[in-house]
């Protein structure tokens, strides 16, 4: 074509005309064309051909080249035999795949459909005209489609095809090892699984993949080797009635996911259901008697009594066997479908769903918490040391609506009074109980109004020393005087410990108990060494300005540091770790002596305690009481006032009530003695009278209790 004159193509072509505009017009092809002689040698490459054999430079890559070059080495000899045979045809047409060399491949090499047309006797051409088509898609999908079927004969889910008919069309390496033997042995055309998986399969699994297009599920079915496996299916169905079926076995997951839900719900060192499951049961028991005309539902609160004692003295492990021991025998004890439960510690809930009896629940309840108790008679060995349990049960009763929490917290207001009247029985929870919980709030604003009325005052108990009998000191203990009536403070203290109230209580006592000491002391010349001991509050241990307060109490009283003897509680020791070392490293730098209180009704070893830096250690009244019945309870004594000794600190027995009490305590070497029989909390004038007159024990009958 002639665009020189700008008037559009010239239609009046000369033979080189024709070359050239042929020439031009193959150049606009996209598809490389490429001519070669009887010798294979190239004669033309149009500018496509040119560009791809000339590595992108349309220079490089000229007529002359040989066009073999241009083949992948390990095709050659095939395209040659094709092209011998192309060569004896004169007009002739053929084509082949093979790869040429071509720039834009990684490797250099690109499949092609060579199209070739055998043009050796056209005068203009004189040779083989070769057309490439870019057979690079088709390739790639060929080839996916063999790695996709490689992958899906490889993966690890089972890979199932049936036609209409059920007939399996193709099994997967997993499938085929997973069903092996029930593959082969499966009746004609029928479904490869379980009896009970095919009926399933034929009467759920397929109508509603049908109707939805495909059903996922789980169903369990034999493996080859008959072991039941858990499978999670995903089944569609194709309008043509192919059912592909993909399975994932998934039977470690989902054992792996009940043992976690078994873990949640159960205790692990006794195996029990835990506080999660008790909630939920609770909850569902409720709910189930509610539907009934009369309600059959007890909770029962069991407190295993000083098991603190026992994992302090005979060490966590010891601790952790008498618990597993303790719930082996309630279990035994307990029957179906009543629930016990490891609420946490040392406590333990039975619930009682007695849906069907007929007795009176009261009776149901009273017999469950005797056979709990006579459960515990035989002694538990624990290292060949033979141990007796006891504990103390409150049993709330459904009555009305209550719900589960109502009832746990019922039984455990019962459980605790069981404790405080002298564990090792059972308390039925009576609506006072409830009462005495919610009067807290009065008590409060009371208490406020009673330490600015002065209705506070201070009660001194003696402290004796023994053998001597001599008085040596007092502990302060508060008291509220209101109406006339003398209130104790197991009844409000409680109430004042949730709010700042106790500290203003606990300073009052601190106060008034230096400066009375300091009056006994004008009083009575020849009593300079009397101590005087006031208890403190977890709350005043931790507040930052305990030892300011107590230096202020002593500089106001004018008394002696070492005749203030502060009591703390073990549990109270432990409240604020940090906070109360610093505090009592504070106080005893003021020369202020330290005693643990309630000694052996908390967690701690006095070894442990020993640390705090105490130069007292006060049993509890509970094992003092203890020694008249139980020779344990005289043996652990023992070891108390043992133990003190080699650390340098004394002993004081608390709640001595009888002479009997008295004179064992003294006979196992206990520094002071402290309880009713010696005196009980009086005030200070008539304290200061036993000051004047002493202890006087020759008129007290021996098993005799003061009160
Ligand atoms: P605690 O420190 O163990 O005080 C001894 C308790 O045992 C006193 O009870 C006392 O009256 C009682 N007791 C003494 N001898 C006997 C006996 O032979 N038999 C019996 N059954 N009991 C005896 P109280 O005065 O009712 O005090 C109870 C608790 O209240 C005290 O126990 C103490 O922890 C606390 N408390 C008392 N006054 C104060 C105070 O001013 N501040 C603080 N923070 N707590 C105080
Ligand atoms: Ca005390
Ligand atoms: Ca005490």
Redesign the pocket.
Known sequence: MNHDDGTGPTFTLTGSDLRIASSQLLDTLPDAIVVVGPDLNVTYLNLTARKVFGGGDENRAQAGISGLDLIHPEDRAHVLERLAQLLDQPGGHMTADFRVAHHDEPDGWKPVEANCTNLLNDPVIQGLVVSFRDRKLEHVMATSAQRLGRALERTSDLLLLHDRQGTLLFANAAARSFLGTVLTSAPNGGWPYSERTTEFMTSVILPSAKSNGSWDGEVTTADTSGVEHVLSLVVSVDSDGTCVITGRDVTAQRRYESDLTFRATHDALTGLPNRAALVEFLEKSVTDNASGANPRLAVLFVDLDRFKLINDSLGHHYGDQMLTSVAERFQAVIRQPDMLVRLGGDEFVVIVNDATGTAPMKEVGAEIAARLHSSLHEPIMLGGTPVFGSVSIGIAIQDGQLSGNDLLRRSDLAMFRAKTSGRSRTEWFVETMATEAERGFAVESQLHRALDANEIFV?Y?PVIELPSTGVIGF????RWRRDGEVI???LF?AIAQESEL?MR??SF?LNEACQQLMRWSAEFPHHQHLHIA????ARQLARGDLVDVVANALAQSGLAAERLVL?I?EGNLMTDLRATIAALEGIRALGVQLAI??FGTGYSSLSYLQRFGAHTVKID?TFIEGTDVNEPDTRIVEAIIGLANTFGMTTVA????TLEQFERVKALGCGAA????LG??MPADEASSVLVKGIDLSGVLHGSAIH
């Open positions: 009660a108990q502990e302060a203990l508060v104790e403070p197991a203290l106790i209580i606990d006592v006031v208890n403190l509050s009591e509680t209180d309630d009244r608390e709640g001595v009530e402290q309880g009713y029989l009980r909390p």
